[in-house]
């Protein structure tokens, strides 16, 4: 089992940058794939970026793709997102999320098992 906790949210100006972070929990950190994902008011769930377990894979939506970097480091068992160039459009809350359950990099939120509290990310115009 895994616990994860966000942090870095907040608010900034469109254009700006943020830059999560997701600390795990345990000592098998290494063998989760991870995923950020975001959800607005009124919006479905939004699998948004993935990484592998080795960090040699990753996914990323059309909707975030140039803009968004998401990345690990197993020796301090965190995961990061960097957004930039961010927009009103990304406000939402983000949600890391962690499984086994697929190999390599996931593709849906379905296939997460673990879940962060999330952390808000709000963006003004």
């Known amino acids: 089992q895994v616990q994860l906790v966000e942090s870095g949210g907040g608010l900034v100006q469109a254009g700006g940058s943020l830059r999560l972070s997701c600390a795990a929990s345990?000592?098998?950190?290494?063998?989760?794939?991870m995923g950020w994902l975001r959800q607005a008011p009124g919006k479905e769930r939004e699998h948004v970026a993935a990484i592998s377990p080795s960090g040699g894979n990753t996914y990323y939506a059309d909707s975030v793709k140039g803009r968004f970097t998401i990345s690990r480091d197993n020796a301090k068992n965190t995961t990061y997102l960097q957004m930039n160039s961010l927009k009103p459009e990304d406000t939402a809350v983000y949600y890391c999320?962690?499984?086994?359950?697929?190999?390599?990099?996931?593709?849906?939120?379905?296939?997460?098992?673990?879940w962060g509290q999330g952390t808000q990310v709000t963006v003004s115009s």
């Open positions: 345990g000592r098998t950190f290494s063998t989760y794939a």
């Open positions: 999320a962690a499984t086994r359950r697929v190999p390599g990099t996931p593709r849906y939120s379905a296939q997460y098992n673990y």
